[in-house]
């Protein structure tokens, strides 16, 4: 009986003076891996606007279907999206829609704090994933 209290007191001591697993969240922050997929983002063109050329494929290939995409053509001839949505609230963070864009407009970041009360604030739309670039240089 007083071989598995040793055993159970040794355990204790090994991690009582070993490094904590546990950090001071949110004074400290965990760096993310890079295979890491959190809240989605665009990557801009020179002049701010978003790479997205409209295509389709994302909300095409999304598992939970929760792109919503409407195009429009510039007089240049170049597709843009006049509206561009994620629905937040089903997204699995699969990475499909960040792997099949032929332009690498859509990413998905390092983001992983996001918590609002409000259901309609899930909506990621075109202004809220330029925003988020600012979180992943
Ligand atoms: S990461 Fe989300 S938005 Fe992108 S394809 Fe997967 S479920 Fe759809
Ligand atoms: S994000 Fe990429 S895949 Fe989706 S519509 Fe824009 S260009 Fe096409």
Redesign the pocket.
């Known amino acids: 009986m007083i071989i598995p209290l040793l055993k159970g007191l040794a355990v204790t001591l090994k991690y009582f003076f070993s490094r904590p697993f546990a950090i001071q969240y949110p004074d400290e922050k965990i760096e993310m891996t890079d295979r890491w997929?959190g809240i989605?983002y665009f990557e801009r063109r020179e002049d701010g606007s978003t790479k997205c050329v409209a295509c389709g494929l994302?909300e095409a290939?999304?598992?939970?279907n929760?792109?919503y995409l409407e195009a429009e053509v510039y007089e240049n001839g170049r597709r843009f999206p006049r509206v561009y949505e994620?629905d937040g609230t089903?997204?699995?963070?699969?990475?499909?829609?960040?792997e099949i864009c032929p332009v690498n407009a859509i990413r998905?970041g390092k983001n992983y704090e996001y918590v609002r009360h409000e259901r309609a604030d899930f909506i990621f739309d075109t202004t809220f994933l330029l925003d988020q670039k600012k979180l992943n240089p």
Do not use: A, D, M, Y
């Open positions: 997929r989605h994302c290939v999304c598992p939970s929760c792109i994620i089903r997204c699995i963070f699969c990475g499909f829609c960040e998905l």
